[in-house]
C-alpha cells in the first residue's frame, strides 16, 4: 500500500484537498488527519501563563503513535485513530477506525517534517498559499467549527500560528515532491491519476499472488 503526505500551513486548504482526491479515486482509499494526534495534555512549555496554548509547533504531537500507526497501515494491519475536540483541547475516548486501504492520504501542518515518517510517504505534497488567504480561511473555519472569537483567533495568530509557521512549516518545501498553489484542482487531476496508477500496480501485484 502506499502513503500520500500533504501538509501546509494552517488555512492552506490541507483536508480540502484530501478530499477532493476521495472524491475522484474510488473507495480503496482512507483519510488520516494529523491533528487527531494531538499530545493530550500538551507539554507544559507550550501552555502560556493566561493557558494559551501553541498547536502550531512540532512538539504538540503525539509521534510516537503517529509513527507506530503509517508502519502498521503500510504493513497492512488497521489502526484505530485518535479523535481530538477542539472545543476541550483534548482527546475523547473515542477512536476512528482505519483500515489499510491501497492509499492512505495523511493530511496535516507537520506530515513531512519527521525525517522517520517521510520515509514511510511514497508521495509528499506541500500546498503554498499566501498568508493572508490562509488567515481567512482558518478563521471561517475558527469562528464555525470551534467556537473561537475573532480576538482570540487574531492573537493566536500573531502569537503562534504565524511565526511557527516561518520557523517550522515553510521549511518543510525542501522535502516536497511536489508544491502546489492556491488552485488545487488541476494538482488533483494529476496526483488521482497517480493514485489510480498506485491502486492498479498495487491489485496487479495482490492478483499475482494467486497465480
Not at 502498521?72 to 483541547?89: E, H, N, R
Not at 475573532?150 to 521549511?171: A, D, F, G, H
Not at 516536497?176 to 498495487?202: H, N, P, R, S, W
Request: hydrophobic share 35%; with cysteine.
Amino acid at each position: 500500500m502506499n502513503i500520500i503526505g500533504i501538509t501546509g500551513g494552517s488555512g492552506s486548504g490541507k483536508t480540502t484537498f484530501a478530499k477532493k482526491l476521495l472524491d475522484r479515486t474510488n473507495d480503496n482509499i482512507s483519510i488520516i488527519h494529523m491533528d487527531s494526534y494531538y499530545l493530550s495534555p500538551l507539554p507544559t512549555h507550550l501552555v502560556d501563563e493566561k493557558g494559551k496554548a501553541n498547536f502550531d509547533h512540532p512538539e504538540a504531537f503525539d509521534w510516537e503513535l503517529l509513527t507506530d500507526h503509517l508502519i502498521k497501515l503500510k504493513s497492512g494491519q488497521a489502526i484505530d485513530s485518535p479523535v481530538y475536540d477542539f472545543i476541550t483541547s483534548s482527546r475523547t475516548e473515542r477512536t476512528n477506525p482505519i483500515e489499510a486501504t491501497d492509499v492512505v492520504l495523511l493530511e496535516g501542518l507537520f506530515t513531512i517534517f519527521n525525517e522517520e515518517i517521510r520515509n514511510i510517504l511514497d508521495i509528499k505534497v506541500f500546498l503554498h498559499v499566501e498568508s493572508d488567504i490562509r488567515f481567512t480561511r482558518r478563521l471561517n473555519r475558527d469562528v464555525k467549527e470551534r467556537g473561537r472569537s475573532l480576538e482570540s483567533i487574531t492573537n493566536q495568530y500573531y502569537k503562534t500560528v504565524r511565526p511557527m509557521y516561518l520557523k517550522y512549516l515553510e521549511p518543510q518545501k525542501q522535502y516536497a515532491d511536489f508544491i502546489v498553489g492556491e488552485e488545487t484542482d488541476v494538482a488533483a487531476d494529476i496526483l488521482c491519476a497517480k493514485i489510480k496508477e498506485m491502486q492498479g500496480i498495487y491489485n496487479d501485484e495482490q492478483n499475482n499472488q494467486f497465480l
